[in-house]
């Protein structure tokens, strides 16, 4: 079977990712749905401004695998882990440590 992700994403390629999906709108559209095939088909359609090819489901992919790694660190890090640092911790946490984490941010003020 072929790997769906299909070729490595390149730092640029996840870059650009990160800021079509640091778009409010785009935000706002993937908290409230579960059936995300039309939003992640506008993230791969955006991306392909920036001369990126990829298609909704590799989009989709690399989206749900990124939120997932932020997740892992998160929750390393909230425990008093030093555990490896993830690449783009920053760019992720600016877009999810405020939906994720409500109730850590709260305490951190």
Do not use: P
């Amino acid at each position: 079977v072929a790997n769906e992700g299909g070729k490595h994403w390149t730092i640029n390629e996840v870059r650009a990712l990160i800021r079509v999906w640091s778009d409010k709108n785009i935000q706002q559209q993937l908290e409230g749905t579960v059936r995300n095939k039309r939003i992640f088909e506008q993230v791969a359609a955006r991306l392909q401004k920036f001369g990126i090819d990829r298609d909704w489901k590799q989009c989709r992919t690399k989206y749900k695998n990124l939120k997932h790694e932020y997740k892992s660190a998160k929750s390393a890090q909230d425990s008093g882990s030093t555990s490896r640092g993830m690449k783009f911790f920053n760019e992720l946490d600016a877009i999810l440590g405020h939906s994720t984490m409500d109730q850590a941010s709260k305490s951190d003020n």
